[in-house]
Structure formats: structure tokens, C-alpha cells
Nanobody
Framework: QVQLVQSGGGLVQAGGSLRLSCAAS????????MGWFRQTPGKEREFVAQ????????YYADSVKGRFTISRDNSKNTGYLQMNSLKPEDTALYYC??????????????????WGQGTQVTVSS
């Protein structure tokens, strides 16, 4: 079992930055891929970014490419999502997730095994 606890998020003006954290406990953190998703009311969970075991490989949704950066620190059992140049359309509930296996990229939420509790990001115009 893996437990994921998120922190960060909040309210920021358009153009601002936020960093989300995802602290893992349980099984070896470095043994699985991590991803970030987001969800708005009435819509399905949307893929944002993915990172491999070592952090050497990343993949982004087109909507966030060049603005968001996914990273991980296996020594701290923590993953991160740095969000810059935020836009009102980035407003959503953000989730971190973890998965085993080697499929790449993993864009479907159903591919992930464990989820954080979610954290709200609100970007005002």
C-alpha cells in the first residue's frame, strides 16, 4: 500500500505561481511512476503531468507544457508540481497519483493505483 498526502495549493492571481507537494509513505517511493491530474465540477479527471521512477523522464499535457514542471525527490519520498504563469483556466482540484508498471505515457486516471486527497488551486483573473 502507498499513502499519498498532498499539500500546497490555494488562491493566486493570474500570472502567479504555486507549488504542490505529494508526500508518499508505505512501499518504496522510487518504485513507481507519479502523475498529477486535475478536475473541475462536472468533468472527468484530466491528466496534467507524469514522471518516471528516477525523474529522468517527464510528460506533460499540452495545456500546461512550458508552464508546469513535475519533479520528485526520492530521498524525501515526495513529488512536486511547480506551476508558473497560472491562468484562470488552471483552476481545479489537483490530485497526485502513483502507479506501478512501465507504460508511458499513462494519461488515463484508471491506470493509476493510488491517489492523494486532492488540493484546490484557484486562479483569479
Amino acid at each position: 500500500q502507498v499513502q499519498l498526502v498532498q499539500s500546497g495549493g490555494g488562491l493566486v492571481q493570474a500570472g502567479g505561481s504555486l507549488r504542490l507537494s505529494c508526500a508518499a509513505s508505505g512501499r518504496t517511493f522510487s518504485g513507481y511512476f507519479m502523475g498529477w491530474f486535475r478536475q473541475t465540477p462536472g468533468k472527468e479527471r484530466e491528466f496534467v503531468a507524469q514522471i518516471n521512477w528516477s525523474g529522468s523522464r517527464t510528460y506533460y499535457a499540452d495545456s500546461v507544457k512550458g508552464r508546469f514542471t513535475i519533479s520528485r525527490d526520492n530521498s524525501k519520498n515526495t513529488g512536486y508540481l511547480q506551476m508558473n504563469s497560472l491562468k484562470p483556466e488552471d483552476t481545479a482540484l489537483y490530485y497526485c497519483a502513483a502507479k506501478y508498471g512501465t507504460s508511458w505515457p499513462s494519461l488515463d486516471a484508471d491506470e493509476y493505483d493510488y491517489w492523494g486527497q486532492g488540493t484546490q488551486v484557484t486562479v483569479s483573473s
